[in-house]
């Protein structure tokens, strides 16, 4: 129980799939107007990386190695990942059309998210087994929702505050960017079984 925890926290802080591995880049940037927006391209996130690496780890494990057909892994992965956002959308469309409208044109490219696709491919080539690729997973997908929310509330204050017209827009949100990301590598070295008493 130990080790799930450990693999939680380390993807969720130590190594956050945003500011430590620079993936997910685009909607980190480009959904983080709204706090209320983050929130739901967080969620989806959560969702769409966890239920993409459950289904990519068996798919992988029964059928791209025993048949000897490795060399379609990322086509396979490709295509869960797509199937997974296609539901997504259409539940979104259907119960929450505002969450759909906010998140616009980012949330088919969760699509092409590399953030899905790498914790995907992370989860095989560090050698998880099918729980530990769960907590993978899902602490990627809480370390996402995490910083993108922080971001956007941070993206919400500046709106309001007295910044150098030079700096306005997208240029203040990439230094502020930088600084979550070089806080967020305070987290390096960080003992969670020390925390946690272990």
């Known amino acids: 129980m130990a080790e799930i925890i450990v693999i939680f926290v380390a993807a969720a802080l130590i190594n956050n799939?945003?500011?430590?591995?620079?993936?997910?880049?685009?909607?980190?940037?480009?959904?983080?107007?709204?706090?209320?927006?983050?929130?739901?391209?967080?969620?989806?996130?959560?969702?769409?990386?966890?239920?993409?690496?459950?289904?990519?780890?068996?798919?992988?494990?029964l059928f791209l190695e025993p048949f000897g057909i490795t060399f379609l892994q990322t086509v396979a992965f490709i295509l869960v990942i797509a199937t997974l956002v296609q539901f997504v959308e259409m539940v979104l469309l259907r119960y929450s059309r505002s969450l759909y409208r906010a998140l616009g044109v980012y949330l088919?490219?969760?699509?092409?998210?590399?953030?899905?696709?790498?914790?995907?491919?992370?989860?095989?080539?560090?050698?998880?087994?099918?729980?530990?690729?769960i907590a993978h997973a899902l602490g990627a997908g809480v370390g996402f929702l995490l910083v993108i929310v922080l971001f956007a509330g941070m993206r919400e204050r500046l709106e309001r505050a007295d910044v150098p017209k030079p700096l306005v827009g997208a240029p203040i949100a990439l230094v502020t960017a930088a600084i979550m990301s070089m806080a967020f590598m305070a987290f390096t070295g960080f003992d969670v079984l020390a925390l946690l008493g272990m």
């Not at 980190?28 to 690496?53: D, E, H």
């Not at 969760?110 to 899905?116: G, K, L």
């Open 17 to 61: 799939v945003v500011l430590i591995r620079f993936l997910g880049i685009c909607p980190y940037l480009g959904v983080s107007q709204t706090i209320s927006a983050s929130v739901g391209m967080g969620f989806a996130v959560i969702f769409v990386m966890s239920i993409s690496s459950m289904v990519t780890w068996v798919l992988q494990h």
């Open 108 to 133: 088919p490219l969760i699509t092409t998210n590399c953030a899905i696709m790498g914790i995907a491919l992370l989860n095989i080539t560090d050698g998880y087994t099918f729980v530990e690729t």
